[in-house]
């Protein structure tokens, strides 16, 4: 056998090994598992540690509302992840509006935000209640038609509470209502602890820094992100996005904040100035069509992000790459007498299982484990 036929033969195996061993690799990949989530209700909402999630379950009761349709009576459950198991079911009352939920770093509170304008906080336990709070009432001038004319009364209002954040490193619970009002409680009794000026109005979503030092609050309508140092309680930055903020989270270590817009996502340095120039970085989906839902920054390494047509993405966040992607299958219903096909809600990572709890439109939710893309980027 000549050189060139032991030069080809070496190429031959070198070809045929790469394709066999690379073909097994980018086939373990692609094992991702996704299984219909068992639990009841919506509004699912994971503990800081992934190991917990709460539902709101609705049932319709034999009472009238004003409009003569039935009353809907509301239940909080509890469960546990892999295997999910139910925990406990609490009672929440009628026409109960839940708004925000946290759990305590600890796993031993639960605390409820809702439309009528007070939190109540309950024992992860076992589903008791412990307290409730009232951040804010004020008092309403309203018009009574009699038949001497219009009659005026004072009753209060309540404002409803848009966001509640259990601290991860204190005992520590921040309220914060529709009107832009913000307070920080102590978690453990109840008590207030002070007020926080210059808070935003509408819609919002709020989250503590993993450090425990900031708490970030986001207006859908206003397009604004605001930052406050939970110490000394002043806004340590704030931006204006160029389009309703839907969701954020804070980075592993606190530096940077990652914002979801109706069009984009974006990651924002804290304490650089000026806010709108450290805007970007987008994680687009495979068509201009397809909008992301949700994002879940894993580590320094690792960013997920699921989309509303089920396309599911694990990213490289410093070099802006797509290292793998699933498809997630998704249920149609009839509308109308019209075929339509579900979405992508939105989705929440459990650290503690490595699985995506994805919420649709319609049908039952979905539990994705991402543990193997997980195991690959640390074996790479």
Do not use: C
Request: no cysteine; net charge positive; aromatic share 10%.
């Amino acid at each position: 056998m000549t050189i060139n036929h032991y030069k080809n033969y070496l190429i031959s195996l070198i070809l045929i090994s790469q394709f066999i061993f690379g073909f097994a690799y980018s086939q373990e990949q692609s094992q991702i598992i996704a299984t219909p989530l068992s639990v009841e209700g919506s509004s699912p909402h994971l503990s800081y540690d992934g190991k917990y999630l709460t539902t709101v379950s609705s049932y319709a009761t034999d009472k009238k509302n004003n409009l003569g349709r039935p009353k809907k009576f509301k239940e909080l459950n509890l469960y546990t992840l892999s295997p999910v198991k139910k925990h406990f079911t609490a009672p929440l009352g009628l026409e109960y509006w839940l708004k925000s939920v946290s759990i305590d770093r600890n796993n031993e509170l639960i605390a409820l935000g809702n439309q009528k304008g007070y939190v109540d906080v309950f024992n992860l336990n076992d589903g008791s209640f412990r307290f409730q709070l009232i951040p804010s009432k004020r008092k309403v001038e309203t018009f009574t038609l009699t038949k001497h004319g219009l009659k005026p009364q004072n009753r209060r209002k309540y404002d409803a509470i848009q966001s509640v954040m259990f601290s991860p490193t204190a005992d520590l619970l921040v309220t914060a209502n529709i009107r832009g009002k913000i307070q920080v409680w102590n978690s453990k009794d109840g008590k207030l602890v002070k007020k926080i000026k210059g808070g935003l109005t509408g819609q919002q979503n709020g989250l503590f820094s993993p450090d425990g030092k900031y708490f970030a609050l986001s207006s859908k309508l206003a397009k604004k992100v605001k930052v406050w140092s939970i110490e000394s309680g002043k806004v340590v930055d704030e931006l204006k996005a160029k389009d309703p903020v839907k969701r954020l989270t804070f980075s592993a270590n606190s530096k940077k904040l990652m914002i979801i817009t109706t069009r984009q996502a974006l990651f924002h340095d804290i304490n650089n100035k000026p806010a709108l120039n450290m805007l970007s970085y987008t994680f687009t989906g495979d068509d201009d069509a397809v909008v992301m839902r949700s994002f879940s920054i894993i580590d320094n390494d690792n960013l997920v992000t699921s989309y509303n047509d089920g396309l599911i993405q694990l990213w490289a966040p410093q070099s802006h790459k797509v290292k793998q992607k699933f498809q997630l299958e998704l249920d149609s219903f009839e509308l109308f007498g019209t075929k339509m096909q579900s979405e992508v809600m939105y989705s929440l990572y459990s650290k503690a299982h490595k699985q995506l709890i994805v919420k649709p439109m319609k049908g039952k939710m979905k539990l994705v484990d991402i543990s193997s893309w997980l195991d690959n980027s640390k074996a790479e």
